[in-house]
């Protein structure tokens, strides 16, 4: 059964103040391993879950979608973003593009933020979570402490935490925390079972990643960045199981708008009650009944983004054979065309240059150079220098259009005109 533990807190004499100086007894909380807890999910929040996962397979489906491929790296960009944001730490969408690019292409480009570096590396981690951890046969302890190591590469304490941690109240002591986690001589099992249930299907797909995401951020087993890595292991569950192929789901911006909600069902998911009893279940699907919410708005949202990207890729097309028409141009241009191509892939990459277009649709310097210097003549693209003189073209519109995504995330109707953003949220752009 879970339980709260007494423990004891001596006086810290090298704390600032003197209530900071205080010690005493405290509670750590100990919930109930999730491999011998029998849950029961109740009937109502079964259909819903399974509502809910058709809609998630279907986004791959639905008009103007070019496969999860193309959807999921700009909603893991966007969720990388937003599980920053939760950490405080922020950069826009575009600052991120450009420090990702940078890597890849290994070129320096100025003014370039330092927060749009640590955001870039954010994606690098969560591709990580959606990519060799939903391969391995069985993940284990270590392959989630190698996710922490990735989100939080320079932190001094690496590895399973060996003091006692806690949430809100004071800095220096747990004696007024909103929430002491278990005390760390029992992380460790309890990361064992986290790992072994992770590892299997014993529940649909939602309901377990609503599961580890709740037990993981109870347990608290790292000195830091615990909430990075908890909202990662959401996507680690639902690329494991099938339901999708990379990080698809925003739901670290629904968590973040409903953060009260979120709280209070973490809480609400730290019961004490008898292991398998009707307060016990009740505890658990009142936490999985906001969970599973949270996830339906974000398979919405993620349908509307795919829908507006639609509607941007027509209109490109629209403004491209106009721009043709007015330079007297009035045959279109064949299917296979470098520029007809390159078009339907500016959603996906956004940032280009002519050795990435090369590459990407193999053609020649001369060839891939005509292609984006016709859209940027066509102001479908947008030149910006970079190091040593060399050109780069961003599909401004589509960084537009997930800031729109966000801010529109950021309001707790799902639209800023029926409701101003609660919580940070990036500027409304402006050109």
């Not at 807190?9 to 003197?18: K, L, T």
């Not at 996962?53 to 986004?59: A, P």
């Not at 020649?364 to 150079?369: H, I, L, T, V």
Request: aromatic share 6%; hydrophobic share 45%.
């Amino acid at each position: 059964m879970a339980e709260l533990v007494e423990r004891h807190r001596e006086i810290d004499w090298g704390a600032p103040r003197r209530r900071d100086q205080r010690g005493g007894r405290y509670s750590a909380y100990v919930p109930d391993p999730l491999m011998t807890q029998p849950i029961v999910v109740d009937a109502a929040l079964a259909r819903l879950a399974a509502r809910v996962e058709v809609q998630v397979r279907g986004l791959g489906d639905a008009p103007g979608s070019t496969g999860l491929e193309s959807l999921s790296r700009f909603l893991l960009r966007s969720e990388a973003i937003a599980s920053s944001r939760i950490e405080g730490l922020q950069a826009s969408a575009q600052q991120v593009a450009l420090a990702e690019w940078a890597v890849v292409e290994d070129v320096r480009i100025a003014g370039l933020t330092e927060n749009g570096r640590l955001v870039a590396n954010n994606i690098v981690a969560l591709r990580q979570a959606s990519g060799a951890l939903s391969a391995v046969e069985e993940v284990s302890v270590d392959d989630i402490c190698g996710l922490h190591h990735a989100l939080l590469p320079n932190h001094r304490e690496q590895g399973l935490r060996t003091m006692q941690n806690w949430i809100g109240g004071s800095d220096w002591h747990p004696l007024d925390a909103d929430f002491v986690p278990p005390p760390p001589e029992l992380v460790g099992r309890l990361m064992d079972d986290l790992a072994t249930y992770l590892s299997g299907a014993v529940h649909a797909p939602l309901i377990q990643a609503a599961l580890v995401h709740a037990q993981f951020e109870t347990i608290h087993p790292f000195a830091d960045g615990n909430g990075r890595v908890g909202r990662a292991l959401i996507h680690t569950v639902l690329t494991r199981r099938g339901l999708t192929r990379g990080a698809v789901l925003p739901i670290s911006l629904v968590l973040l708008t409903r953060s009260q909600e979120y709280v209070d069902g973490l809480m609400t998911f730290r019961h004490r009650a008898p292991v398998g009893s009707p307060e016990a279940l009740a505890a658990v699907n009142g936490w999985l009944e906001m969970f599973l919410a949270a996830a339906g708005a974000a398979v919405e949202q993620a349908a509307t983004f795919v829908a507006d990207l639609e509607e941007l890729r027509t209109d490109w097309q629209q403004r491209y054979a106009a721009f043709r028409t007015g330079r007297g141009h009035l045959r279109p241009p064949r299917a296979d065309a470098a520029v007809m191509r390159l078009m339907p892939l500016l959603s996906e990459v956004p940032v280009t240059t002519v050795q990435s277009v090369r590459r990407l649709l193999d053609i020649s310097d001369p060839a891939a150079r005509a292609a984006l210097e016709d859209l940027a003549d066509a102001g479908i693209l947008r030149r910006k220098s970079i190091d040593r003189g060399a050109t780069a073209y961003l599909a401004r519109e589509v960084f537009d259009l997930l800031t729109l995504t966000e801010r529109r995330m950021a309001s707790t109707r799902w639209n800023t005109r029926d409701s101003a953003p609660r919580r940070p949220a990036p500027a409304r752009p402006q050109h």
